[in-house]
């Protein structure tokens, strides 16, 4: 089944400063990735997603990256505001179409 | 445009008390629904996901139990709660089918305390 790791568990930066999150899956077949912000106390809301027939994809400040040769996938988050601050999740379906979360990443934007 | 209602937001129930957590969608027909458990500072564990009325299946063996009476409503209970249940419990949905559609879109979360 599928298996998604993400890296590293949390992460510290700087205002202003860029934000990288990486993830990696285990099957090939997996077409589809999300990735998710979760803010204190408030459920995990989508924030983009790209599928496996794009190499990259941009969103205003945001981008994710995908690597299916390696399957791997990464979320770049640039010029980071507090508000960025929030645990990050990453995702893959898995054989029957369920989504498998990464454990997730706390993202912490110092001012 | 579609959305998720999950309540109560927050619960304080003593050991060996039964749960009962209800979520509900709008706007939408025929969704995969899903519960999921996060513990303080962890990720999210699929508890039990539903691809239609009465069709439940459980990803891992627990004290708790879920149903689905109609389509857009999913139900989380217990029988007798445990301290080990405490948690963040998070239900969502997604469109029938494959899941690229657009992912998941979560509710606000459900806080349970057993105390």
């Known amino acids: 089944g599928e298996n998604v790791e993400q890296h590293p568990s949390t992460l510290s930066v700087q205002e202003g400063d860029s934000a990288v999150i990486k993830c990696t899956y285990s099957?090939?077949?997996?077409?589809?990735f999300p990735w998710y912000k979760q803010e204190l106390g408030k459920g995990p809301q989508l924030i983009i997603d790209i599928r496996s027939n794009v190499g990259e994809k941009k969103d205003q400040r945001i981008a994710v990256t995908l690597n299916k040769t390696a399957k791997h996938f990464s979320l770049h988050i640039t010029e980071t505001q507090p508000e960025d601050s929030a645990v990050y999740f990453c995702?893959?379906?898995?054989?029957?179409?369920?989504?498998?979360f990464g454990s997730g990443t706390r993202l912490l934007v110092r001012p | 445009s579609q959305t998720i209602h999950q309540w109560p937001a927050t619960l304080v129930q003593p050991v060996g008390s039964p749960l009962s957590l209800e979520c509900t969608v709008e706007g939408t027909s025929n969704p995969n629904l899903y519960w999921y458990r996060q513990a303080a500072g962890r990720g999210l564990q699929l508890l039990f996901y539903?691809?239609?009325?009465?069709?439940i299946s459980s990803e891992v063996p627990q004290n708790l139990s879920a149903s689905r009476p109609q389509d857009r409503q999913f139900i989380l209970s217990s029988k007798k709660l445990l301290l080990s249940d405490s948690g963040f419990y998070l239900c969502?949905?997604?469109?029938?089918?494959?899941?690229?559609?657009?992912?998941?879109?979560f509710g606000s979360g459900t806080r349970l305390t057993v105390v």
């Open positions: 539903s691809v239609g009325i009465g069709q």
């Open positions: 969502a949905w997604s469109g029938p089918g494959t899941v690229e559609g657009g992912g998941y879109t």
């Open positions: 099957d090939s077949a997996s077409n589809y």
């Open positions: 995702a893959a379906p898995d054989s029957s179409y369920k989504l498998i």
